[in-house]
Every structure is written in structure tokens, then in C-alpha cells.
């Protein structure tokens, strides 16, 4: 997480998406990131086609926009035609960490 020094008033959070599989994606994979602050509200969000991980991705909000830089948190999915992953639960953004690892849902793509 960073303040551009050319955009003072922007607030950066690059993530790493990654799955803990080794499994061919195939065509049409998107991948989802979303920012969100301590009460769920979305500050910022991104969506890419992928067709491996993993998938890097900078979010950008307005500083003026967040209320307590120390309480965000990232969410994410990975949609395929071979299956769905996600996050089981928020994690908490943090400076010296930005690898957001998801989780394969049971019975998704199937």
C-alpha cells in the first residue's frame, strides 16, 4: 500500500492473486479484486481476464475516501470454465504483504 508521490491524494494497493492449484484456466478466466473499507463498503474495484496465475493488480482510491487506512481489507474471485475460486474471509491489507491466496469453492464449474 502506497501514496503516489505524483497523485498525493491517491491511494495505491497493488495485490498479487494468486490459487493453490496448478491448473490450466483456459479462455475467458476473470479475475475480481475488491477493496473495502472496516463496514463493507467498496472503495475500489477490478476485474481482468486471466488466463494463468498468478494475476497482479493495482487498486486506486482517494485518500479523502478512506476513513482508517489501517482497516481495509481485499476480496476476490476467480471465475473459469474449469471452476470458482474466492476468498473465505476479508483480509486485512498490509504493507509488507499484498499476495491474496483464493480458495477453490466445492462444486463450482462442476
Known sequence: ?????????????????????RVGLGGG???????VDSKSEVLAATSVETTSTPVEV????????????????LWGKLNSTVGVWGTVELKKVRDDESELVLTRVDGAGD
Open 1 to 21: 500500500m502506497t501514496n503516489d508521490p505524483t497523485r498525493p491524494s491517491v491511494l495505491a494497493v497493488p495485490v498479487t492473486v494468486t490459487i493453490p492449484e
Open 29 to 35: 478466466a476473470v479475475v475480481t479484486v475488491k477493496l
Open 58 to 73: 493495482t487498486l486506486q482510491v482517494d485518500v479523502a475516501d478512506v476513513r482508517n487506512p489501517q482497516r481495509l481489507f
